[in-house]
């Protein structure tokens, strides 16, 4: 299925004006079915469906490891992806109800609940980096996003080492982005716990708490993090840069673990 569409519009430039064709980016509803029970409908683009559907529970705490799923089918044509899984966390089914709607794009629902602060551990090992290799990275990154370049309209997220990008997607949410990626890394048993996320959205402290459930120790953007995300890094040993442009870069927390 194809993430852009053509429409026709009218474009102004100045004083004149012209007919003339152009690409948007796809929004898709997808509806999650966890062991045939309908969980969320999900606004996102239609690619890496089945990296959403994982990363999404595992954010969620429906999942805990690669082991407790059975089987996964996806339904393109009707929007619906199917997962059935051999344990269920039972602990995040009695809260199921207690959803909250966050700052994330489009009014996402995120299963924001107290789980968050029993998975949310403090960074077991630092990762050193230079100033120079994650300004490679971003360089890295800006290359590699070509759905926005085309349409404008999605945010890119990626999972790095000091030197290169091992995943990278695009979505119309931060966090579909940021779970598609998730939800790969587990399905192909990547480690992230020596890794950096690379993301274009500003950093919130659902961002946050994702990459820590995943114990990510860096998070980079090229946008801004919020005061709340701040506390959290700093809480959570995490390495925070924002505004990470050019030669550019803002370092929030955890200042040891940057060389200059």
Do not use: W
């Not at 999650?32 to 999900?42: A, G, K, P």
């Not at 239609?46 to 990296?51: G, I, V, Y």
């Not at 490891?65 to 619906?80: E, L, V």
């Not at 089914?93 to 029993?118: A, H, M, P, Q």
């Amino acid at each position: 299925m194809d993430s852009t569409k053509t429409v026709n519009i009218i474009r102004i430039k100045g004083k004149e004006s012209m007919n003339e064709e152009d690409i948007v980016i796809m929004e898709y509803p997808f509806t999650i079915f966890v062991n045939d029970e309908e969980i969320i409908t999900l606004l996102c683009s239609p690619n890496s469906l089945k990296e959403l559907l994982v990363g999404f529970l595992y954010s969620e705490g429906f999942l805990t490891s690669f082991s407790d799923i059975d089987r996964i089918r996806i339904d393109k044509d009707k929007g619906i992806g199917y997962i059935y899984l051999k344990n269920i966390n039972k602990f995040n089914e009695k809260l199921r109800g207690k959803r909250t709607i966050t700052s994330g794009c489009g009014k996402g629902t995120l299963f924001y609940n107290v789980l968050d602060s029993f998975k949310s551990k403090k960074i077991e090992k630092s990762l050193s980096l230079q100033a120079d290799e994650i300004k490679e990275i971003v360089r890295q990154f800006n290359r590699k996003s070509e759905l926005f370049l085309t349409t404008g309209g999605v945010h890119s997220c990626a999972l790095c080492s000091n030197q290169d990008i091992i995943i990278f997607e695009e979505d119309i949410g931060r966090h579909n982005a940021l779970d598609k990626i998730f939800g790969k890394a587990l399905l192909e048993k990547i480690d992230t716990k020596d890794k950096i996320i690379l993301t274009s959205g500003r950093i919130s402290s659902e961002i946050l708490i994702k990459s820590a459930k995943r114990q990510v120790p860096v998070i980079v953007s090229r946008s801004a993090p919020t005061s709340l995300a701040v506390e959290m890094a700093t809480e959570l040993g995490i390495t925070l840069i924002g505004f990470a442009r050019g030669e550019k870069m803002n370092i929030y927390t955890n200042f040891p673990s940057l060389i200059f």
